[in-house]
């Protein structure tokens, strides 16, 4: 019993450190000063598209991995109450 849990919390680290470096690798989502002047991109075909690139892919994959961290810890932490 003890090798599943040096495994589990194992694989939690690296999940925590990839998904540390997946929200690095992200863009911020304000606009700097360009957000001052009022202008907007918001019509162009970035903005619709950009579900499909690779910021929409990096989104995407940090959802997931937020689901699965947070299952995770929950399960940790049931798993800590019983033995």
């Given amino acids: 019993m003890d090798t599943v849990r040096l495994i589990v919390k194992i694989v939690f680290m690296i999940l925590s450190v990839v998904m540390t470096i ?3 690798m992200q863009e911020g989502k304000s606009q700097g ?3 001052l002047s009022g202008s907007t991109i918001d019509n162009s075909y970035w903005s619709k598209n950009k579900g ?3 910021e ?3 989104v995407k994959v940090t ?3 937020l ?3 947070l ?3 929950a399960a940790m ?3 800590s109450f019983q033995g």
């Fill in 77 to 79: 932490n049931i798993g």
């Fill in 52 to 54: 499909r690139s690779m």
């Fill in 67 to 69: 689901i699965i961290f």
């Fill in 71 to 73: 299952a995770g810890a």
């Fill in 33 to 35: 000063l360009g957000s």
């Fill in 22 to 24: 997946i929200v690095l």
């Fill in 56 to 58: 929409g892919v990096l």
């Fill in 63 to 65: 959802r997931i991995l």
